[in-house]
Antibody
């Protein structure tokens, strides 16, 4: 069964850090572009970051550049998002997503709340 | 960033009737490799999004053939030939040609 399971979300104060993880199974993880996409409460979808199959290319939306770091471990079929200097506006459900042409898979999402 | 504009934002439809959603981009979505990376997603309440269509008109695995996508350049359309109850939710177009990828505001489909 194709599956992606996020973890690591939670409540954090402004300026704090969190590390999100996404464990993939049931497909060839190393073939996929992997990305993090977030959805603020009651809002639409926003790309956060993406990483190439071998990790050689990484892209970030401007609002998280310098604060967030995307990484992957193909040996562990896992994707990560290190989030530092968190802001209230980073509050959202964070989804991991894997894509390769015809294949597209999303996790169930992990909620991140940044509040004092 | 490329702005994706959907219309309508709310779409009440009678069961069994067709539905259509328009999506326009602020710049051409034709990539340097000749592909157009325009996708459509469906999100049911409380669920993750699911991709329906990729590269304008290709249906994803397991997507019913009542869903079809068309368009080119900056103008795209998602059509549902006969709406079923399970089609309720929010539909998003998204472009992956230019970084950062961007989504439309979403179109909420409801049953009349």
């Amino acid at each position: 069964e194709v599956q992606m399971v996020e973890s690591g979300g939670g409540l954090v104060q402004p300026g704090g850090s969190l590390r999100l993880s996404c464990a993939a199974s049931g497909f060839t993880f190393s073939n996929c572009w992997m990305m993090w996409i977030r959805q603020a409460p009651g809002k639409g979808l926003e790309w956060v970051a993406k990483i190439k199959q071998d990790g050689s290319e990484k892209y970030y939306v401007d609002s998280v550049k310098g604060r967030f770091t995307i990484s992957r471990d193909n040996a562990k079929n896992s994707l990560y998002l290190q989030m530092n200097s968190l802001r209230v506006e980073d509050t959202a459900v964070y989804y991991c997503r894997g894509v390769t042409g015809e294949f597209d898979c999303w996790g169930q999402g992990t909620p991140v709340t940044v509040s004092s | 960033d490329v702005v994706m504009t959907q219309s309508p934002l709310s779409l009440p439809v009678t069961l069994g009737q067709p539905a259509s959603i328009s999506c326009r981009s602020s710049q051409s979505l034709v990539s340097g490799d000749g592909n157009t990376y325009l996708s459509w997603f469906h999100q049911r309440p409380g669920q993750s999004p699911r991709r329906l269509i990729y590269k304008v008109s290709n249906r994803g695995s397991g997507v019913p053939d009542r869903f079809s996508g068309s368009g080119s350049g900056t103008d795209f359309t998602l059509k549902i030939s006969r709406v079923e109850a399970e089609d309720v939710g929010v539909y998003y177009c998204a472009q992956g040609t230019h970084w950062p990828g961007t989504f439309g505001q979403g179109t909420r489909l409801e049953i009349k």
